[in-house]
Protein backbone atom coordinates (compact mmCIF):
# COMPACT_ATOMS: atom_id res chain seq x y z
CA UNK A 1 0.00 0.00 0.00
CA UNK A 2 1.77 3.12 -1.01
CA UNK A 3 1.24 5.96 1.83
CA UNK A 4 -0.57 9.28 1.15
CA UNK A 5 -1.52 12.04 3.06
CA UNK A 6 -5.03 11.44 3.40
CA UNK A 7 -3.83 7.99 4.59
CA UNK A 8 -1.89 9.70 7.50
CA UNK A 9 -4.86 12.51 8.64
CA UNK A 10 -7.13 9.52 8.58
CA UNK A 11 -4.43 7.13 10.73
CA UNK A 12 -4.54 9.87 12.83
CA UNK A 13 -7.81 10.52 13.43
CA UNK A 14 -7.82 6.91 15.25
CA UNK A 15 -4.54 7.32 17.63
CA UNK A 16 -6.43 8.43 21.36
CA UNK A 17 -4.60 10.86 23.93
CA UNK A 18 -4.55 8.63 26.40
CA UNK A 19 -5.39 11.05 29.37
CA UNK A 20 -8.69 12.70 28.16
CA UNK A 21 -9.71 9.91 25.34
CA UNK A 22 -9.66 12.42 23.14
CA UNK A 23 -8.19 11.89 19.27
CA UNK A 24 -5.06 13.77 19.11
CA UNK A 25 -6.51 15.47 16.21
CA UNK A 26 -8.52 18.21 18.66
CA UNK A 27 -5.86 18.57 20.93
CA UNK A 28 -2.88 18.90 19.57
CA UNK A 29 -2.58 20.84 16.10
CA UNK A 30 -0.44 19.24 13.05
CA UNK A 31 1.44 21.87 11.34
CA UNK A 32 3.01 20.10 8.43
CA UNK A 33 2.44 16.53 7.23
CA UNK A 34 5.26 15.58 4.39
CA UNK A 35 5.11 12.56 2.77
CA UNK A 36 8.04 11.36 0.48
CA UNK A 37 8.13 8.06 -0.84
CA UNK A 38 7.31 5.66 2.24
CA UNK A 39 8.54 8.08 4.56
CA UNK A 40 6.67 10.59 6.44
CA UNK A 41 7.63 13.28 8.52
CA UNK A 42 5.27 15.29 11.03
CA UNK A 43 4.95 18.56 12.52
CA UNK A 44 3.25 18.03 15.60
CA UNK A 45 2.27 20.98 18.21
CA UNK A 46 1.52 19.62 21.41
CA UNK A 47 -0.89 21.77 23.70
CA UNK A 48 1.22 20.32 26.56
CA UNK A 49 4.77 20.46 27.92
CA UNK A 50 7.39 17.67 28.60
CA UNK A 51 8.84 14.83 27.18
CA UNK A 52 6.85 12.16 29.18
CA UNK A 53 3.62 13.47 26.75
CA UNK A 54 5.84 13.09 23.80
CA UNK A 55 7.12 9.95 24.65
CA UNK A 56 3.38 8.63 25.13
CA UNK A 57 2.31 10.10 22.13
CA UNK A 58 5.14 9.05 19.95
CA UNK A 59 4.45 4.97 20.27
CA UNK A 60 0.65 4.81 18.97
CA UNK A 61 1.42 7.67 16.15
CA UNK A 62 4.04 5.90 14.66
CA UNK A 63 2.39 2.55 15.04
CA UNK A 64 -1.09 3.93 13.30
CA UNK A 65 0.77 5.73 10.56
CA UNK A 66 3.57 2.63 9.66
CA UNK A 67 -0.13 0.12 9.62
CA UNK A 68 -1.70 2.70 6.95
CA UNK A 69 1.71 1.98 4.86
CA UNK A 70 4.77 4.07 5.93
CA UNK A 71 8.07 2.55 6.28
CA UNK A 72 9.63 5.56 8.40
CA UNK A 73 8.14 8.22 10.35
CA UNK A 74 9.48 11.33 12.01
CA UNK A 75 8.54 13.51 14.26
CA UNK A 76 9.45 16.88 14.67
CA UNK A 77 7.49 18.35 18.28
CA UNK A 78 6.44 21.45 19.59
CA UNK A 79 4.38 23.15 22.00
CA UNK A 80 1.34 25.63 22.26
CA UNK A 81 -0.50 25.99 25.29
CA UNK A 82 -4.32 26.99 24.53
CA UNK A 83 -5.61 29.79 27.18
CA UNK A 84 -8.55 31.10 28.24
CA UNK A 85 -10.26 33.85 26.82
CA UNK A 86 -9.47 37.15 28.82
CA UNK A 87 -11.25 40.48 28.62
CA UNK A 88 -10.66 44.13 28.97
CA UNK A 89 -10.57 44.17 32.57
CA UNK A 90 -9.07 41.39 33.41
CA UNK A 91 -6.51 41.56 36.00
CA UNK A 92 -3.73 39.07 34.86
CA UNK A 93 -4.16 39.58 31.01
CA UNK A 94 -0.26 37.48 30.32
CA UNK A 95 -1.37 34.62 32.11
CA UNK A 96 -3.22 32.15 29.42
CA UNK A 97 -4.54 29.96 31.91
CA UNK A 98 -6.00 30.22 35.65
CA UNK A 99 -6.56 27.33 37.81
CA UNK A 100 -7.86 27.05 41.26
CA UNK A 101 -6.88 24.76 43.89
CA UNK A 102 -9.90 24.26 46.48
CA UNK A 103 -12.06 21.91 48.87
CA UNK A 104 -14.39 22.76 51.07
CA UNK A 105 -12.20 21.06 54.17
CA UNK A 106 -8.88 21.97 55.84
CA UNK A 107 -5.89 19.81 56.10
CA UNK A 108 -6.87 17.66 52.87
CA UNK A 109 -3.14 18.81 51.02
CA UNK A 110 -4.14 21.57 48.70
CA UNK A 111 -0.79 23.63 49.14
CA UNK A 112 1.19 20.13 48.70
CA UNK A 113 -1.29 19.43 45.46
CA UNK A 114 -0.88 22.93 44.30
CA UNK A 115 2.68 23.59 44.99
CA UNK A 116 4.10 19.65 43.48
CA UNK A 117 1.93 20.25 40.49
CA UNK A 118 2.96 23.69 39.62
CA UNK A 119 6.85 22.65 39.83
CA UNK A 120 5.79 19.55 37.97
CA UNK A 121 4.79 21.63 34.60
CA UNK A 122 7.53 24.04 35.50
CA UNK A 123 9.89 21.33 35.81
CA UNK A 124 8.69 20.18 32.10
CA UNK A 125 9.28 23.35 30.51
CA UNK A 126 6.02 25.42 31.15
CA UNK A 127 5.77 28.75 32.60
CA UNK A 128 4.02 28.70 35.92
CA UNK A 129 3.05 30.79 38.73
CA UNK A 130 1.47 29.84 42.26
CA UNK A 131 -0.36 33.05 44.10
CA UNK A 132 -0.99 31.28 47.93
CA UNK A 133 -4.85 32.95 48.38
CA UNK A 134 -4.84 31.83 51.91
CA UNK A 135 -4.55 34.87 53.59
CA UNK A 136 -5.40 33.09 57.01
CA UNK A 137 -2.76 30.32 57.04
CA UNK A 138 -0.45 31.12 53.82
CA UNK A 139 1.72 27.88 53.21
CA UNK A 140 3.85 28.24 50.83
CA UNK A 141 6.76 29.96 52.04
CA UNK A 142 7.50 27.00 54.18
CA UNK A 143 6.87 24.70 51.65
CA UNK A 144 9.03 26.41 48.79
CA UNK A 145 11.56 26.62 51.13
CA UNK A 146 11.64 30.53 51.16
CA UNK A 147 10.76 33.69 53.04
CA UNK A 148 12.32 36.06 50.64
CA UNK A 149 10.60 39.69 50.39
CA UNK A 150 9.63 40.74 47.01
CA UNK A 151 11.04 43.61 44.96
CA UNK A 152 9.75 46.01 42.79
CA UNK A 153 11.87 47.23 40.24
CA UNK A 154 9.14 50.23 39.30
CA UNK A 155 7.83 51.46 42.52
CA UNK A 156 4.10 50.25 40.96
CA UNK A 157 4.12 46.61 40.87
CA UNK A 158 6.49 43.92 42.87
CA UNK A 159 8.11 41.02 41.30
CA UNK A 160 7.11 37.69 42.49
CA UNK A 161 10.03 35.69 44.52
CA UNK A 162 11.45 32.46 41.94
CA UNK A 163 12.28 29.16 43.23
CA UNK A 164 12.91 26.32 40.98
CA UNK A 165 11.61 28.71 37.87
CA UNK A 166 8.24 28.80 39.89
CA UNK A 167 7.39 32.75 40.27
CA UNK A 168 5.15 32.87 43.67
CA UNK A 169 3.69 35.30 45.68
CA UNK A 170 1.70 34.63 49.22
CA UNK A 171 1.26 36.85 52.25
CA UNK A 172 3.80 35.11 53.94
CA UNK A 173 6.49 37.04 52.11
CA UNK A 174 5.27 40.69 53.34
CA UNK A 175 5.02 39.42 57.19
CA UNK A 176 7.68 40.22 59.70
CA UNK A 177 7.32 37.42 61.54
CA UNK A 178 5.89 34.01 59.83
CA UNK A 179 4.04 33.08 63.21
CA UNK A 180 2.06 36.69 63.00
CA UNK A 181 -1.55 36.38 62.61
CA UNK A 182 -3.42 38.13 59.46
CA UNK A 183 -6.43 39.29 61.38
CA UNK A 184 -8.93 40.83 58.30
CA UNK A 185 -12.51 41.55 57.47
CA UNK A 186 -13.51 40.13 54.33
CA UNK A 187 -12.96 43.63 52.17
CA UNK A 188 -9.71 43.22 52.95
CA UNK A 189 -9.04 40.27 51.83
CA UNK A 190 -10.53 40.71 48.71
CA UNK A 191 -8.35 44.11 48.60
CA UNK A 192 -5.12 41.65 49.01
CA UNK A 193 -6.10 39.13 46.90
CA UNK A 194 -6.59 41.61 43.70
CA UNK A 195 -3.78 43.49 44.58
CA UNK A 196 -1.93 40.06 44.31
CA UNK A 197 -3.45 39.40 41.15
CA UNK A 198 -2.95 43.05 39.45
CA UNK A 199 0.01 44.41 40.96
CA UNK A 200 2.40 41.33 41.13
CA UNK A 201 4.47 41.93 37.54
CA UNK A 202 3.72 38.12 36.72
CA UNK A 203 4.48 37.84 32.99
CA UNK A 204 3.66 36.06 30.66
CA UNK A 205 2.14 32.56 32.23
CA UNK A 206 0.74 29.09 31.01
CA UNK A 207 -0.73 28.25 34.15
CA UNK A 208 -0.82 30.34 37.51
CA UNK A 209 -2.34 28.18 40.08
CA UNK A 210 -3.82 29.38 43.23
CA UNK A 211 -3.89 27.79 46.26
CA UNK A 212 -7.13 28.49 47.74
CA UNK A 213 -8.79 28.58 51.73
CA UNK A 214 -10.66 26.06 52.90
CA UNK A 215 -14.00 26.72 52.41
CA UNK A 216 -16.67 28.28 49.82
CA UNK A 217 -16.02 32.06 51.23
CA UNK A 218 -14.72 35.37 50.68
CA UNK A 219 -12.04 34.81 48.53
CA UNK A 220 -13.60 31.98 45.76
CA UNK A 221 -16.35 34.10 45.50
CA UNK A 222 -14.12 37.03 44.66
CA UNK A 223 -12.20 35.17 42.33
CA UNK A 224 -15.82 33.77 40.78
CA UNK A 225 -16.87 37.57 40.33
CA UNK A 226 -13.22 39.02 38.99
CA UNK A 227 -11.39 36.85 36.98
CA UNK A 228 -12.38 34.31 33.59
CA UNK A 229 -10.73 31.10 35.55
CA UNK A 230 -9.89 28.52 33.37
CA UNK A 231 -11.16 26.00 35.99
CA UNK A 232 -10.92 24.37 39.31
CA UNK A 233 -9.07 21.33 41.11
CA UNK A 234 -10.90 19.65 43.75
CA UNK A 235 -8.93 18.23 46.55
CA UNK A 236 -10.23 15.88 49.06
CA UNK A 237 -9.12 12.61 51.08
CA UNK A 238 -11.36 9.29 50.58
CA UNK A 239 -13.22 9.23 53.77
CA UNK A 240 -16.75 10.46 54.28
CA UNK A 241 -16.04 13.01 56.97
CA UNK A 242 -13.91 14.75 54.32
CA UNK A 243 -16.35 14.30 51.50
CA UNK A 244 -19.13 16.41 52.67
CA UNK A 245 -16.99 19.30 53.05
CA UNK A 246 -15.67 18.89 49.78
CA UNK A 247 -19.27 18.54 48.12
CA UNK A 248 -20.09 21.95 49.24
CA UNK A 249 -16.92 23.13 46.70
CA UNK A 250 -18.31 21.70 43.83
CA UNK A 251 -21.57 22.79 44.65
CA UNK A 252 -19.81 26.11 44.42
CA UNK A 253 -18.05 26.11 41.23
CA UNK A 254 -21.46 24.45 39.83
CA UNK A 255 -23.52 27.42 40.80
CA UNK A 256 -20.97 30.74 39.91
CA UNK A 257 -19.95 28.43 37.06
CA UNK A 258 -16.20 28.04 37.49
CA UNK A 259 -15.70 24.67 35.78
CA UNK A 260 -14.32 21.73 37.59
CA UNK A 261 -11.52 20.38 35.58
CA UNK A 262 -10.63 17.31 37.77
CA UNK A 263 -10.52 15.92 41.52
CA UNK A 264 -7.28 14.69 42.98
CA UNK A 265 -7.49 12.40 46.21
CA UNK A 266 -4.84 12.89 48.42
CA UNK A 267 -3.72 9.96 50.81
CA UNK A 268 -5.47 7.64 49.14
CA UNK A 269 -3.44 4.66 51.01
CA UNK A 270 -0.35 3.30 51.99
CA UNK A 271 2.28 1.27 50.83
CA UNK A 272 3.85 -0.82 53.65
CA UNK A 273 7.82 -0.84 53.76
CA UNK A 274 8.03 -4.46 55.46
CA UNK A 275 4.99 -6.31 53.52
CA UNK A 276 4.80 -4.41 50.74
CA UNK A 277 0.70 -4.61 50.47
CA UNK A 278 -1.54 -1.39 50.22
CA UNK A 279 -3.41 -0.46 52.72
CA UNK A 280 -5.91 2.60 52.45
CA UNK A 281 -6.20 3.95 56.05
CA UNK A 282 -9.00 6.23 55.40
CA UNK A 283 -11.22 4.02 53.25
CA UNK A 284 -11.28 3.88 49.56
CA UNK A 285 -13.67 5.81 46.92
CA UNK A 286 -13.82 8.88 48.17
CA UNK A 287 -12.44 10.87 44.94
CA UNK A 288 -14.44 8.83 42.66
CA UNK A 289 -17.96 9.70 44.26
CA UNK A 290 -16.27 13.47 44.57
CA UNK A 291 -16.08 12.84 40.48
CA UNK A 292 -19.04 11.78 40.10
CA UNK A 293 -20.94 14.57 41.43
CA UNK A 294 -18.59 16.98 39.65
CA UNK A 295 -18.66 15.23 36.60
CA UNK A 296 -15.41 15.62 36.37
CA UNK A 297 -12.48 12.83 35.78
CA UNK A 298 -10.29 11.71 39.18
CA UNK A 299 -6.82 13.24 38.38
CA UNK A 300 -4.83 11.44 40.45
CA UNK A 301 -4.34 8.91 43.56
CA UNK A 302 -1.68 10.24 45.62
CA UNK A 303 -0.13 7.87 48.42
CA UNK A 304 0.50 8.59 52.02
CA UNK A 305 4.96 9.03 51.31
CA UNK A 306 6.89 10.22 53.93
CA UNK A 307 9.33 11.45 51.21
CA UNK A 308 6.11 13.88 50.38
CA UNK A 309 6.19 14.96 54.26
CA UNK A 310 9.59 15.18 54.70
CA UNK A 311 10.76 17.33 51.61
CA UNK A 312 7.59 20.04 52.56
CA UNK A 313 8.65 20.67 55.92
CA UNK A 314 12.50 21.20 54.24
CA UNK A 315 10.91 23.71 51.93
CA UNK A 316 11.67 21.53 48.74
CA UNK A 317 8.51 19.54 47.51
CA UNK A 318 8.62 16.02 46.68
CA UNK A 319 8.46 16.91 42.82
CA UNK A 320 11.97 17.75 43.22
CA UNK A 321 13.12 16.39 46.32
CA UNK A 322 12.31 12.93 45.35
CA UNK A 323 11.36 12.83 42.16
CA UNK A 324 10.94 8.81 41.61
CA UNK A 325 9.09 8.49 45.16
CA UNK A 326 5.67 7.15 44.83
CA UNK A 327 3.97 10.40 45.60
CA UNK A 328 6.04 12.60 43.48
CA UNK A 329 5.16 10.30 40.30
CA UNK A 330 1.64 10.41 41.25
CA UNK A 331 1.57 13.96 41.38
CA UNK A 332 3.67 14.48 38.30
CA UNK A 333 0.84 12.07 36.06
CA UNK A 334 -1.76 14.81 38.06
CA UNK A 335 -0.12 17.50 37.07
CA UNK A 336 0.17 15.83 32.96
CA UNK A 337 -3.62 14.62 33.15
CA UNK A 338 -4.81 18.58 34.39
CA UNK A 339 -2.80 19.93 31.01
CA UNK A 340 -4.51 17.54 29.02
CA UNK A 341 -7.43 18.40 30.30
CA UNK A 342 -6.88 22.09 30.15
CA UNK A 343 -6.13 21.62 26.17
CA UNK A 344 -9.39 19.55 25.65
CA UNK A 345 -11.43 21.71 27.68
CA UNK A 346 -10.30 24.48 25.41
CA UNK A 347 -10.78 22.61 21.93
CA UNK A 348 -14.43 21.31 23.29
CA UNK A 349 -15.18 25.27 24.23
CA UNK A 350 -14.36 26.79 21.02
CA UNK A 351 -16.49 24.34 19.36
CA UNK A 352 -19.51 24.69 21.47
CA UNK A 353 -21.71 27.90 21.43
CA UNK A 354 -22.50 28.57 24.80
CA UNK A 355 -26.08 29.95 25.40
CA UNK A 356 -26.25 31.80 29.29
CA UNK A 357 -29.32 31.12 31.13
CA UNK A 358 -29.47 34.54 33.12
CA UNK A 359 -32.97 33.93 34.76
CA UNK A 360 -31.83 32.84 37.83
CA UNK A 361 -32.88 29.28 38.15
CA UNK A 362 -35.69 27.37 39.13
CA UNK A 363 -35.88 29.26 42.38
CA UNK A 364 -35.43 32.75 40.41
CA UNK A 365 -33.10 34.17 42.48
CA UNK A 366 -29.31 34.54 42.68
CA UNK A 367 -27.68 31.81 44.92
CA UNK A 368 -24.97 33.83 46.12
CA UNK A 369 -25.15 37.21 47.89
CA UNK A 370 -21.70 39.86 47.27
Known sequence: ????????????????????????????????????????QLSFRLPVHGATSQEKLRAPIVEAITAAGAKQVKIQWSTHVTGRDIGKDDPVP?????????????????????????LALAKAGARVGLLDADMYGPSVPVMLGTHARPTSLDGNSLEPVERFGLKMMSIGFLLDDPREAVVWRG????????????????????????????GTGDIPLTLSQKLQVTGAVIVTTPQDVALFDVYKSVSMCQKVNIPILGIVENESYFICDGCEKRHEIFGKGGGTKVAEMANAPLLA???????CRKAGDAGTPVVMASPESPSALALRDAAEALAFRVAAFHAERSSTVISIDRSGGKNKHLPVVS
Not at 187 to 214: E, R, T
Not at 301 to 307: E, L, S, V
Request: avoid cysteine.
Open 187 to 214: PMLHGALMQFLQDVHWGDLDYLFLDLPP
Open 94 to 118: SVANVIVVMSGKGGVGKSTVSANMA
Open 1 to 40: MTITRELVEKALDGVLEPTTGKPITELGSITEIAVTGDDV
Open 301 to 307: QIPMDTA
